[in-house]
């Protein structure tokens, strides 16, 4: 992007709330919308509605239609019973898995030297065997995905990608922050670049990068951790040549989020713009479509519509689900699953995390000697940094806060995400770092024994209490640790002592990690949701084995209470 173009813009972005092109939504008939979709739902041939949609076709698109519209024609209002919905799905499609190839990353290796830095022999076997779960969770694509796309709901991405694990079968966007933190630790850089060279791929076909790599994600992203990754490579690598390809595709992303994801506010008699998620498209979510669809029965097809908007833009925010996102008669963070308004939410850790790649954009330019193009991301950091204070930042509690559109006031209920600018570095005066860990000791948070709750309502969504999720404890710990008092840095450590005791623990009972665990308890997973907890796992790992770097000389397999 040029000075003149990237100041355009900014200028627009700031003042005209511009919507971009938005990418068509999924035209499949068969994985997005259409008939075999809702009746094979319908019909809970699977556990997870996920199944079905990451089936692959054993013959062209059209032919399986027509396949299942001659049969339909030969039942009541064109509805197939089970048995001969499942016979037509032996027939026609393969199960999900087909899409892969077996691989194991070649550039993994069994003593990576941060290993050495972890005292505890207890805690240093296990770093090591969460090092070699990474060749468990390779995955590469089948050649015959990029020859045929039309039979696959999997995008085609160039590279092998280390997945989540469990149903998450695939990339997914925010995770590969965390897991590529990981595989640098473990000195895979290979993998690590081939990962980041798929998230490119995306962004040039896409304009931004997708929740995942399926057809069905077309129309939603993720928390936008492009840029971080690209940063975690260079400070790796010190690949100067790779930063000045990258920096193009990042400011496409950049641009995606600012146009079609961000929001002109008036407050005080100030202008301000920030960000939130937003998905327009109302139709159920075809990876969970019957609990979508039973969700709005009974409303009004304006608001069904709605419902499921605000469901994909829940599934945007990585937060699915959760009663931050509930508005109801509205009110804050009370009703049920029906009451989700994620549309309505500016979220502090977007906004600081989009703040922290601004600020790091403005790096990358003054790495590659372009001065005017860092000075306007600077700029528009500064802008973002006034915005965050005047909206989202409130002095007497000592944190940032969600901002509800619909009754123009802050949430002030307890989510570690009040907590996002310390961890993206986007506040104004040092006191805050302080009045920050104040809040979060009086917040009631960390009274558990096992890490840091997603929130301190029960609502039974699995982005609630009594869950705690690696990537919001990582944030935290990393936040805190980078503050300059000793009471900040203590909290940081404690914090990491707890989150590491839970994983290992968990670890020694089922040896397995987990996507999230639960705050109470001993090593125990966490759970509610749409579906069960997922083993694997990706973020956890990557998670783990960061705070096993940073504090492995005083970590210990016994653990400590606070």
């Given at each position: 992007m040029?000075?003149?173009?990237?100041?355009?813009?900014?200028?627009?972005?700031?003042?005209?709330?511009?919507?971009?092109?938005?990418?068509?939504?999924?035209?499949?008939?068969?994985?997005?919308?259409?008939?075999?979709l809702?009746?094979?739902?319908?019909?809970?041939?699977?556990?997870?509605?996920?199944?079905?949609?990451?089936?692959?076709?054993?013959s062209?698109?059209?032919?399986?239609?027509?396949?299942?519209?001659n049969?339909?024609?030969?039942?009541?209002?064109?509805?197939?019973?089970?048995?001969?919905?499942?016979?037509?799905l032996n027939?026609?499609?393969?199960?999900?898995?087909?899409?892969?190839?077996?691989?194991?990353?070649?550039?993994?290796?069994?003593?990576?030297?941060?290993?050495?830095?972890?005292?505890?022999?207890?805690?240093?076997?296990?770093?090591?065997?969460?090092?070699?779960?990474?060749?468990?969770?390779?995955?590469?694509?089948?050649?015959?995905?990029?020859?045929?796309?039309?039979?696959?709901?999997?995008?085609?991405?160039?590279?092998?990608?280390?997945?989540?694990?469990?149903?998450?079968?695939?990339?997914?966007?925010?995770d590969?922050?965390?897991?590529?933190?990981?595989?640098?630790?473990?000195?895979?850089?290979?993998?690590?670049?081939g990962?980041?060279q798929?998230?490119?791929?995306?962004?040039?076909?896409?304009?931004?990068v997708?929740?995942?790599?399926?057809?069905?994600?077309?129309?939603?992203?993720?928390?936008?951790?492009?840029?971080?990754?690209?940063?975690?490579?260079?400070?790796?690598?010190?690949?100067?040549?790779?930063?000045?390809?990258?920096?193009?595709?990042?400011?496409?992303?950049?641009?995606?989020?600012?146009?079609?994801?961000?929001?002109?506010?008036?407050?005080?008699?100030?202008?301000?713009?920030?960000?939130?998620?937003?998905?327009?498209?109302?139709?159920?979510?075809?990876?969970?479509?019957?609990?979508?669809?039973?969700?709005?029965?009974?409303?009004t097809?304006?608001?069904?519509?709605?419902?499921?908007?605000?469901?994909?833009?829940?599934?945007?925010?990585?937060?699915?689900?959760?009663?931050?996102?509930?508005?109801?008669?509205?009110?804050?963070?009370?009703?049920?699953?029906?009451?989700?308004?994620?549309?309505?939410?500016?979220?502090?850790?977007?906004?600081?995390?989009?703040?922290?790649?601004?600020?790091?954009?403005?790096?990358?330019?003054?790495?590659?000697?372009?001065?005017?193009?860092?000075?306007?991301?600077?700029?528009?950091?500064?802008?973002?940094?006034?915005?965050?204070?005047?909206?989202?930042?409130?002095?007497e509690?000592?944190?940032?806060?969600?901002?509800?559109?619909?009754?123009?006031?802050?949430?002030?209920?307890?989510?570690?995400?009040?907590?996002?600018?310390?961890?993206?570095?986007?506040?104004?005066?040092?006191?805050?770092?302080?009045?920050?860990?104040?809040?979060?000791?009086?917040?009631?948070?960390?009274?558990?024994?096992?890490?840091?709750?997603?929130?301190?309502?029960?609502?039974?969504?699995?982005?609630?209490?009594?869950?705690?999720?690696?990537?919001?404890?990582?944030?935290?710990?990393?936040?805190?640790?980078?503050?300059?008092s000793?009471?900040?840095?203590?909290?940081?450590?404690?914090?990491?002592?707890?989150?590491i005791?839970?994983?290992?623990?968990?670890?020694?009972?089922?040896?397995?990690?987990?996507?999230?665990?639960?705050?109470?308890?001993?090593?125990?997973?966490?759970?509610?949701?749409?579906?069960?907890?997922?083993?694997?796992?990706?973020?956890?790992?990557?998670?783990?084995?960061?705070?096993?770097?940073?504090?492995?000389?005083?970590?210990t397999?016994?653990?400590?209470?606070?």
């Amino acid at each position: 992007m040029s000075n003149l173009k990237a100041l355009c813009f900014l200028s627009l972005a700031l003042f005209a709330s511009v919507k971009g092109d938005v990418p068509p939504p999924c035209d499949s008939e068969i994985y997005c919308t259409g008939p075999i979709l809702h009746q094979v739902q319908e019909a809970k041939l699977f556990d997870d509605d996920k199944h079905f949609v990451d089936m692959k076709l054993r013959s062209a698109p059209d032919d399986v239609l027509s396949a299942f519209r001659n049969l339909s024609s030969k039942f009541p209002n064109t509805t197939i019973p089970p048995v001969k919905l499942e016979e037509f799905l032996n027939t026609s499609f393969d199960q999900p898995g087909t899409e892969f190839e077996s691989w194991a990353p070649p550039d993994w290796h069994e003593k990576p030297n941060f290993l050495s830095g972890i005292a505890d022999d207890k805690l240093r076997e296990w770093a090591e065997k969460i090092h070699g779960l990474w060749k468990s969770l390779g995955r590469k694509i089948h050649s015959d995905v990029k020859d045929h796309p039309e039979l696959y709901s999997q995008i085609y991405t160039p590279h092998p990608v280390v997945v989540p694990g469990g149903r998450f079968r695939e990339l997914y966007y925010w995770d590969s922050y965390w897991v590529i933190n990981g595989l640098l630790l473990s000195e895979m850089t290979d993998t690590a670049h081939g990962m980041i060279q798929n998230f490119l791929y995306l962004v040039n076909r896409y304009g931004f990068v997708p929740n995942g790599g399926r057809i069905y994600y077309e129309r939603r992203s993720q928390p936008p951790f492009l840029t971080l990754m690209v940063e975690s490579y260079y400070q790796a690598t010190k690949d100067k040549e790779f930063l000045r390809a990258a920096l193009p595709v990042l400011e496409v992303e950049y641009q995606f989020w600012m146009e079609n994801r961000s929001v002109d506010l008036e407050l005080n008699g100030k202008q301000h713009v920030l960000n939130r998620y937003y998905v327009e498209v109302g139709l159920p979510r075809p990876e969970s479509y019957l609990d979508d669809l039973e969700l709005a029965e009974g409303l009004t097809d304006g608001k069904k519509e709605q419902l499921w908007m605000d469901l994909k833009t829940g599934a945007e925010s990585g937060w699915d689900f959760t009663s931050r996102w509930y508005i109801a008669d509205g009110s804050d963070n009370s009703g049920t699953l029906r009451d989700t308004r994620t549309s309505q939410i500016l979220p502090a850790d977007l906004n600081a995390l989009l703040c922290r790649n601004e600020k790091t954009l403005a790096s990358f330019h003054r790495l590659l000697g372009d001065s005017d193009s860092a000075a306007v991301y600077d700029q528009a950091a500064a802008r973002r940094l006034e915005a965050i204070e005047s909206v989202l930042w409130d002095a007497e509690r000592g944190a940032w806060f969600d901002y509800n559109l619909m009754t123009r006031s802050k949430n002030f209920e307890f989510y570690p995400s009040n907590l996002g600018p310390i961890w993206a570095q986007c506040y104004s005066q040092p006191e805050m770092g302080e009045k920050a860990v104040q809040y979060l000791k009086g917040s009631g948070a960390l009274q558990f024994p096992n890490g840091v709750p997603t929130s301190l309502k029960e609502s039974g969504q699995q982005w609630d209490y009594p869950n705690a999720w690696p990537p919001l404890q990582h944030m935290l710990i990393d936040g805190f640790s980078k503050l300059p008092s000793e009471d900040a840095k203590k909290l940081a450590f404690e914090l990491a002592q707890r989150w590491i005791k839970t994983n290992w623990l968990a670890y020694i009972k089922y040896e397995a990690m987990f996507e999230k665990y639960d705050v109470n308890g001993d090593g125990k997973p966490g759970g509610g949701g749409e579906y069960e907890v997922q083993l694997g796992f990706g973020w956890t790992n990557g998670v783990a084995l960061q705070l096993l770097d940073q504090y492995g000389a005083t970590l210990t397999s016994g653990g400590r209470r606070v």
